[in-house]
């Protein structure tokens, strides 16, 4: 699907696409792939609208019609037209701007797909189920990264899952997946921080026996992946997800070093290369203060060593270590967007994408917003409700995120408390979180592309869940930007190849 300006001055109400098939999708870059195992890639176009005259009009901004709010995305030329509620946009031409708002016909096509792009949005927020866990099997982890999530004791000598344990829990969750998800559709476990590597003998047993029944992943920060393990993984198609924050030693080295404080860089670049043609993994950059300023270094070497999908995620700030190296929102975003733009110069260049799944899934979230493919973009985000996260003692939690923050436990694995954990307290606190309970997302026409993040950091930054987040003003830049591409006819750069294989376009309206 395809909205484009159309020149000679027509304003180009936009549309939106649905997937064919509903599929979800976890946090890190490793569930990308999996997802496109529960998809389907029959693709199917609708006709473009018409606009026919209504019989009994309807008026914009009302209160019997749609609110159709304009947002200024900073094009010369272009204006978005958003509807709050429903995630509905399109592009106007600005000179045309009142023209179309006084449109009956087609203000009452916006009216007449309100109920089911609302019904859409409803799925996508509320009723969707678990099919994703971030499972992790040791809480140790061979590097002491500044910002990390879990506290450094932990890391060094914190207790690790046995073979047998493993076993018994991914039993306990496939159990529990026979029951919620739909059939022929494999759950997910992702093997997660701290460093699943270190359990390497038990995951991997685990990756042989489970084959036919779980579509398993590795987030893993690289350094304990040697030739043997690499082969191993790579043989068996797993999704692997690893971490490099700066295009040189001196600038990785700042954030993520070993509890001695020495470099990782080598190694994980050695590993990089060693998964070079290797599709299905990805390179999480944690953008802090530390390396912003090198963010378009740091895209120009993952494109140079053929990875095909890196996430730049701003550092979470849930915790002090991630707050002391927190960017401002404004530095962010210009650093941030002119590393897109590198990308997609270097597609131009050579004809070979690296996507930034982050951004991609912004984009994603306005051309169909329920194809989108991580889900922290959405509010309520998809911590207890799309997955969740187990630890090493099988406690459960909405999202790895939460794990270590006292309070957001909801029950044990092995105490049988698994299909009872989303009604608890603990889980009903963060999925209950929600944009129409945020100050300031209530007033904001982009509350549904954004999502609000995160949960953990406005508990953690502001002692309460149902505050902003981090990161606001970049978030807002972020989508802005988006719709500049689409305006321009420049987002395909920044999407996958054959996002849209499972897509149908639902609404699409040329105006002139
Ligand atoms: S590699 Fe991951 S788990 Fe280990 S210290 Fe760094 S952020 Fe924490
Ligand atoms: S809790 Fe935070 S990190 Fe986890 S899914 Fe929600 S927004 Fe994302």
């Not at 975003?333 to 131009?348: I, S």
């Not at 959405?378 to 409700?385: E, F, K, L, N």
């Not at 989508?479 to 376009?505: P, Q, V």
Request: aromatic residues 8%.
């Amino acid at each position: 699907m395809t909205r484009r300006p159309v020149p000679g001055g027509r304003a180009v109400p936009g549309g939106r696409a649905v997937p064919e098939k509903r599929a979800v999708a976890g946090r890190a870059a490793v569930a990308d792939d999996f997802q496109r195992a529960s998809r389907d890639n029959r693709r199917r176009r609708a006709g473009k609208n018409t606009l026919a005259k209504p019989a009994a009009p309807v008026y914009a901004n009302s209160g019997n019609g749609p609110a159709l709010v304009p947002v200024d995305i900073g094009h010369d030329a272009y204006t978005a037209l958003v509807e709050p509620d429903t995630a509905f946009w399109s592009l106007v031409r600005k000179e045309r701007l009142v023209e179309v708002l006084a449109d009956p016909a087609f203000v009452g096509e916006v009216h007449d797909h309100g109920e089911a792009f609302t019904a859409e949005m409803d799925l996508l927020r509320f009723k969707l189920v678990p099919s994703a866990v971030y499972f992790n099997p040791t809480e140790r982890c061979n590097l002491n990264c500044t910002y990390c999530y879990l506290p450094e004791k932990t890391r060094r000598r914190g207790v690790r899952m046995s073979k047998a344990r493993l076993f018994e829990a991914l039993e306990i969750l496939l159990e529990f997946f026979h029951h919620t998800s739909p059939d022929g559709v494999r759950p997910q476990v992702i093997f997660h921080g701290a460093e699943p590597m270190h359990e390497r003998r038990a995951i991997f047993a685990a990756i042989d026996h489970f084959a036919s029944e779980i579509v398993f992943g590795v987030q893993t920060n690289g350094t304990l992946l040697d030739h043997e393990a690499i082969e191993f993984l790579t043989s068996r198609r797993i999704s692997l997800g690893l971490s490099l924050d700066g295009p040189l030693a001196e600038i990785s080295d700042r954030t993520r070093h070993t509890h001695s404080g020495h470099t990782t860089h080598e190694r994980v670049l050695g590993v990089l290369e060693a998964l070079r043609g290797y599709e299905h993994h990805a390179v999480i950059c944690t953008v802090t203060t530390e390396n912003l300023a090198h963010l378009v270094g740091i895209v120009e070497l993952f494109h140079g060593l053929e990875v095909p999908t890196c996430m730049l995620n701003p550092v979470r700030c849930t915790l002090p270590g991630g707050r002391a190296v927190r960017p401002a929102d404004e530095d962010l975003a210009v650093a941030y967007l002119a590393a897109l733009e590198r990308t997609e110069e270097l597609y131009r260049e050579t004809g070979r994408k690296l996507v930034v799944a982050n951004f991609a899934n912004i984009v994603l979230a306005v051309v169909a917003p329920t194809a989108r493919r991580l889900m922290c973009d959405i509010s309520p985000c998809g911590a207890g409700r799309c997955f969740f996260a187990v630890d090493a003692h099988g406690n459960l939690f909405p999202c790895s995120e939460f794990i270590g923050l006292s309070g957001f436990e909801g029950g044990n694995l092995f105490a049988g408390d698994l299909e009872g954990c989303f009604g608890t307290d603990a889980f009903r606190a963060v999925t209950a979180r929600r944009v129409e309970t945020i100050e300031c997302c209530q007033r904001g026409a982009i509350r549904h592309f954004c999502g609000a993040p995160c949960p953990a950091e406005a508990h953690e930054i502001h002692g309460d869940l149902a505050q902003q987040g981090a990161y606001c003003r970049f978030y807002e830049e972020q989508l802005r930007f988006a719709l500049r591409l689409i305006a321009d006819g420049r987002e395909h750069a920044y999407l996958a190849n054959g996002w849209d294989a499972a897509t149908s376009t639902v609404f699409e309206v040329t105006h002139s």
